[in-house]
C-alpha cells in the first residue's frame, strides 16, 4: 500500500513537473518584455509581448495568453470544441493533469462576448489557477489588482474588480448573453467580492467583463471566480 502511494505521489510529482517545464519553455519561446520597461509598471503599456504567429503554428487552438506580473500566471490560452479538450491536454497536445488555460467553447474566440469565462486549474504547486484564491486576500489584491489578456488582435488590461465563491451551476458559466445580464450580475458579486478593488467601478457602465474560474474546496461543487474589467491597451 505504502508503496504504490508513494509511487502515485512520484508519478503525480513528476507530470506537476513536467507540465511546468512545457509551460515555462513555451513562456521563454514565444513571450519576450517589452524593452523600456518603466521602473514602476505603467498600466497603458503592455509589460509582454507575444509571437501569435508561431505560438498558433504549434498549435491553432490557441486564442490568448494571459499574464499576472509577479505570479505564476503567464500562459497561453486555448479554446476547444468542447470544454474538456483543453482539461487535461497541454499546448503540445500531450496529456498532462495539469491541462490548459482554456476559454469557454461557446465564447466568441475574439472576447467580444459580454462575459467569457476562462477555466484553469487549482494546482497544489501554484501552477495554472492555483494562486486565483490568493486573492481571497486584500494584501494580495492590493499586489496584484491587474493582469494582462493578450490576443493576436487586441491586448487588455483586465482591471481587477471582484473575487469570489460561488457553485458550479453559476448562471455565468450559461455565458451571461447581454450587457443588461452582465450589469445585472455584477451588482450581485461586487456586494460578496473577497477584496475591496481599487478601481471605482459603475456597473452600469460595464459592457464586458472576463471571468476567471477556478475549483474551490469549500463544497464539492464550489468555485472561486476572479472579475476582470478588460481596458484596450495598444503599447
Known amino acids: 500500500g505504502l508503496v504504490f502511494s508513494l509511487w502515485n505521489i512520484w508519478t503525480i510529482l513528476s507530470e506537476y513537473r513536467e507540465g511546468d517545464r512545457m ?10 518584455s517589452q524593452p523600456e520597461q518603466q521602473a514602476e509598471t505603467d498600466l497603458n503599456k503592455v509589460p509582454i509581448q507575444v509571437d501569435f504567429d508561431h505560438l498558433k503554428a504549434q498549435n491553432p487552438d490557441v486564442v490568448g495568453w494571459l499574464y499576472c506580473e509577479g505570479t505564476p500566471i503567464n500562459y497561453p490560452v486555448m479554446q476547444g470544441r ?11 497536445g500531450s496529456y498532462n493533469k495539469a491541462g490548459s488555460l482554456f476559454l469557454d467553447c461557446a465564447a466568441d474566440p475574439g472576447f467580444q462576448d459580454p462575459a467569457p469565462v ?3 486549474h487549482s494546482m497544489k504547486n501554484d501552477s495554472m489557477f492555483g494562486t486565483l484564491h490568493d486573492f481571497s486576500k486584500q494584501e494580495y489584491y492590493d499586489a496584484h489588482p491587474v493582469m494582462w ?5 487586441k491586448n ?12 458550479d451551476t453559476d448562471e455565468v458559466y450559461q455565458q451571461l448573453g447581454s450587457v443588461e445580464a452582465l450589469q445585472t ?7 460578496k467580492s473577497s ?3 481599487d478601481t471605482t467601478v459603475e456597473v452600469n457602465q460595464v459592457e464586458r467583463a472576463v471571468f476567471l474560474s477556478t475549483c474551490s474546496y469549500e463544497t464539492e461543487n464550489s468555485r472561486y471566480i476572479l472579475v476582470g474589467i478588460p481596458v484596450e491597451v495598444n503599447g
Not at 82 to 92: H, I
Not at 156 to 167: H, K, M, P
Request: no cysteine; net charge negative.
Open 23 to 32: 509551460y515555462e519553455s513555451a513562456a521563454s519561446q514565444y513571450v519576450s
Open 82 to 92: 468542447t470544454n474538456d479538450d483543453y482539461l487535461y491536454t497541454m499546448l503540445d
Open 118 to 120: 476562462i477555466y484553469g
Open 149 to 153: 489578456l493578450l490576443t493576436p488582435e
Open 156 to 167: 487588455w488590461r483586465l482591471d481587477l474588480i471582484a473575487g469570489y465563491v460561488t457553485v
Open 185 to 191: 450580475y455584477l451588482s450581485g458579486v461586487m456586494r
Open 195 to 197: 477584496f475591496a478593488a
